[in-house]
Structure formats: C-alpha cells, structure tokens
C-alpha cells in the first residue's frame, strides 16, 4: 500500500504538468492568433504587433514543451504522451525557423514604422508651409477686391465679411497677411513633431525583440528534432558549421605554414646572396691586392 502512494503521486503530477502543458499551448495560441487577425501582410504596423506577440508569449509554448517532457518523463509507459512530444519536438522545427525569420522582419517593420512616422510628420509640416504659402501669395498679388474674395474661395481661406470688402486693399491686405501669420503658427504648434525619445524608444524595444527572438530560436532548435532522427535538430547544422571551421582553420594554418616557409626560403636566398657577394668583394680586394704586390 504504500509503495503504491507514491506511484499515485507520480501519475498526479504527470496529469498536472501535461494539463498544464495543454493550458499554456492554448494561450500561446490564442495571442497569436489575436494578433494575426485581421491579416494585413504590407503593413508594417501589423508585422510589428505579430512578431512582438509572438517573441513576447513565446515563454508559454517553450514551457509547454517542457513541462510535457517533463510529465512523459514521470510517465514513460503513456504512450499518448509520449507520442505528443515527438510531436512537439517536429513542430519545434516550424518555431525554430519562425523565430529566426521574427529577426530580420521585425528589424525591417522597425525602420519601415519609423520611416513612415517621419514621412508623415515631414509631409504634414511641408503640406501647411505650401498651403499658407499659396494664401500668402494669392493676397499679396491680388490686383483688386473681387480677385482677393475669388482666390481665397479658390483656395479654402479665410472668409472676407461686408466690412472687410469696405476697407482699402493696402490695409485689407496688410490685416490678412498678420491673421494668417498667426494662423499658420498654430497649426505648426499643433502639428506632430518627430520625436527622438519616441524613436529610440522603438530601437530598444526591436532590439529586446531581436534578442529574445534568437534566445527562443536557440531554445527551440535545442528541444526540436527532424521525424525519423535521434540527434537534435541543431546537432547537424552545428556539425556542419564545425567541420567548416575546422576546415577553414586548416587552410589557413597551411597557407601560413607556406607563407612561412616562402618567407624562410626567401631569407635564406637573401643571405646566400649577401655571402655570394661578400665573397666576391672580398676575391676581387685580393686580387688587387696582388697587382699592387707584384706592380711593386
């Protein structure tokens, strides 16, 4: 009997861990799909908010997986387990390559926002300049009453009253200018300006995104495995990129053994030279030597 109570604990936890599992792999799922409808593809507002949901719910379907592998592990003789987590490792492949593409998306959607932001910032302001530049005009260069009212119609401006069409143009025209000064200076206050704090504030937040995408992308890899494989999935990769950097390594220390030895090659045929050339020196001191002996 109580050999038997832990055996009854052990099956407790297992069912709790696997409910558990279940439980967080629905939550992952229901903010993914919350943030993917409705689709809109070219948007990068909307590549922003499913990478950002994916990076930040992707801890409760790595901890689904474990915690899965946690209850088949309690349980080996549970075969619906332990068929859900070769399940689970296959699909840790699709995870894996997700989150790697959430890198370079989300850091493209990124510039793509910020870019757009200060577009729209920067058309707006121009949109204003150009506006009450093209009113500015129409009332300087306004040869009479009638033409004035006819253009700022034209040009959606400001309204001349009865009184206004009694006073002389100089000082209708003068009056005009001062209002839509004033005017104008409003609006360039209430339009939205760029805001550094704002942008750097969207480069952090990327990078934590970034970041966090490759930690779930190493973590996944670590947990996912090909169907019909017993190594990891990145066991081969990571064997791969081993033998080549083994392979580059041994390139490079023969071609800087053969540099070395060209080197060596090269220094020894200099002092052959250097000696050759001190030995001629020295045969032809000699032999004038000589000459001087017997001239004598």
Known sequence: MTSHAPETS?????????????????????????ALLPIRFTDPTWQLGV?????????????SLVLLHFAADLEPANGRWQARCITFRQLAIA??????????????STWRAIAASEAATNFQQ?????T?????EAIRTAPTLG???????????????AADLAKPLPQLRQQLLVALQQAESTVQAQLPASDPERTWGSIKDSARVVVSALAFA??????ACLPGASHPFWEGPVRELRKRLKARQ?????????????????????????????WEIDRKRKAEAKRRQRGR
Do not use: M, W
Not at 147 to 161: E, I, V
């Open 218 to 223: 190493f973590a996944f890899g670590a947990a």
């Open 132 to 136: 009450f530049g093209a009113l500015r």
């Open 126 to 130: 121009r949109q204003v300049t150009e």
């Open 250 to 278: 041994f390139i490079a220390r023969k071609q800087r053994d053969a540099r070395e030895s060209s080197e060596n090659a090269s220094r020894f045929k200099a002092r052959q030279d250097q000696r050759r050339k001190a």
């Open 147 to 161: 033409d004035l009212q006819a253009r700022l119609r034209r040009l959606n401006g400001p309204t001349l009253q």
């Open 51 to 63: 990478t950002s949901s994916l990076v930040n719910n992707g801890s409760f379907a790595l901890i």
């Open 95 to 108: 995870a894996t390559l997700g989150f790697l593409l959430v890198v370079p998306l989300h850091a493209f």
């Open 10 to 34: 052990q099956v407790l936890l297992a069912r709790i861990l696997s409910a558990a599992s279940s439980c967080l792999l629905v939550v992952f799922l229901a903010a993914a799909l919350a």
